[in-house]
Structures are given as structure tokens and as C-alpha cells.
């Protein structure tokens, strides 16, 4: 049975360029993918296997294919591309992931130092076989890149091939765009929105606080990563105006008199 009810937002439906909703999986086993696809798939774009997960992953492969049967792209996480970078092993991962059936890349720098003309080598080789994510920001605490720097790398980044750029933020959400009690660096994020198209940009949000803050900034189909399996359905609810966080945001300006506000419950003091 499906429910209907007037002045919903519209999302955009999948295969979709925009209204991404990216997962974070941190170690779900088979069975465990098997039900996140059941209950989530059409609401989930990307799976990102995250960090260096996919090197101890049982039943990898298999995996990877639910995934895909289920429409959903899946990539390794940045951190693992790091790992062989560092190692001087560029072309054994881009064997990686044909031997996995990956088509989709991400290119990072997060844990490591590397100087960005390189980094757009990277996009620029793999975006001729692969749709290609690149993230900006480090994860580690105490470097800070520049708010017009950060957004000029992300252009840079997008000019080399990137099909998104993703804003770092880790998957605690207490760094690159956020600050470390996990509220938006409002001044970054604003110089990012000046320079490229916000629809070009996956924000991660791993928090339900920051989902709430960019939905109600950029709208209901705004780009949002590092969701956890279990916040898929929750974050769905958000964007469609189902959680009391963005209750009104959608309704029509008729609708305000509902509100609940302080002095409309004080008729009722005895």
C-alpha cells in the first residue's frame, strides 16, 4: 500500500545527477547488505565501502554485485586509493577494480600529502574509464586548507573530471566543513558555494543536525554522504518534510498558524 499525501516535496527520481543520498559501509556483512537492500535501495544512490574496509570484507565480490543489481554504484573508500598511491601501486588499483566490477572512483588526499597537480593526474587518467568522486579537506585534526583554496581545488577538480566533489568532514562529521562540535563552518561552505555549482558537490553529513542544516539551505535534493545504513529511511523522512526538524518547511505559508510557538500555550495556564 503506498500513502499519499499533498505538498510533499519533489525528489527527483533515480538514476538521479542530483538529491544523492551516499552510504557509508563500514562492514556490513552479506546478510546484512542483503537486508539494507531491501529496505533501502530506492533511496540510496552510492555505497561507498569505506576507508580500507574492502581489504578484509568477506564475500566481497558478492557484495559488490547486490549492490549493483540493486542500482546502487559502489566504490572504494578514498583512504584505501591512498594507501596503494603511497606505495607507488596506481595501476594495480586501477586492476582492482576492473577485477571488481567497479566502475565508479574516488580520488583523495585526505590522510596523506599530495601536491594537487598530481591529484588531478589521477582524476584526469581514471575519468576515462571511471565516473570519478574526488574529496577535498584532511582528516587530520589541526590542518587547515584555506576557504578560497579549498574551493578553487574543488573547480580545479571538477575541470579534471570529477563527476562530484565531496566535502570532507570524516565520518564523524568534526572536521573539513564542520567545526569540532559538528556545526557547519557557515564561511567555507559559503566560499564553496560561490565558486562551483552546489549540485556538483557531495556535502558529507554523517550527523542528523547537519542533514537537517542542508536540506534546509539547499532544499530537499541537496547531495548528502557518510549516511549510515540505518539513517537512510530517517534522512528520506527529512527531505520530505516527515520529521518534525523540516515539519514546515515544505508546507505552504498557510500552514504557519500551526506552528508551535510558546505564547500560543499560554491560554491554557491555570
Request: a negative charge.
Amino acid at each position: 500500500m503506498k500513502i499519499e499525501l499533498p505538498y510533499l516535496p519533489e525528489r527527483l527520481a533515480k538514476p538521479r545527477e542530483n538529491g544523492l543520498t551516499m552510504v557509508m559501509d563500514k562492514g556490513l556483512s552479506f546478510r546484512q547488505a542483503e537486508d539494507f537492500v531491501e529496505m533501502c535501495a530506492g533511496f540510496t544512490d552510492l555505497v561507498k565501502l569505506g576507508f580500507g574496509t574492502a581489504v578484509l570484507s568477506e564475500k566481497l565480490e558478492q557484495k559488490i554485485r547486490l549492490y549493483h543489481q540493486a542500482g546502487i554504484k559502489t566504490y572504494l573508500g578514498g583512504t584505501l586509493f591512498e594507501a596503494f598511491i603511497i606505495r607507488n601501486k596506481f595501476e594495480d588499483y586501477m586492476k582492482l577494480l576492473d577485477d571488481l566490477g567497479i566502475m565508479v572512483a574516488e580520488v583523495s588526499d585526505g590522510s596523506m600529502f599530495m601536491h594537487h597537480s598530481r591529484k588531478l593526474e589521477y582524476i584526469k587518467k581514471l575519468s576515462v574509464n571511471f565516473t570519478v568522486l574526488s574529496e577535498v579537506g584532511s582528516k587530520q585534526k589541526g590542518v587547515e586548507i584555506p576557504d578560497h583554496v579549498w574551493a578553487r581545488m574543488m573547480e580545479s577538480e571538477l575541470e579534471a573530471g570529477s563527476w562530484k566533489v565531496i566535502a570532507e568532514a570524516r565520518e564523524s562529521g568534526t572536521t573539513g566543513i564542520y567545526h569540532s562540535d559538528g556545526t557547519a563552518d557557515v564561511e567555507l561552505i559559503s566560499m564553496i558555494n560561490k565558486t562551483v555549482d552546489a549540485t556538483n558537490v557531495l556535502w558529507e553529513a554523517p550527523a542528523g543536525k547537519q542533514q537537517v542544516w542542508f536540506i534546509k539551505q539547499l532544499g530537499c535534493n541537496v547531495n548528502l554522504g557518510n549516511i549510515a545504513a540505518q539513517d537512510v529511511i530517517p534522512l528520506e523522512c527529512l527531505r520530505l518534510g516527515l520529521r518534525g526538524d523540516t515539519f514546515f518547511d515544505f508546507l505552504p505559508s498557510t500552514f504557519t498558524d500551526y506552528r508551535p510557538e510558546s505564547e500560543k500555550y499560554q491560554h491554557l495556564d491555570s
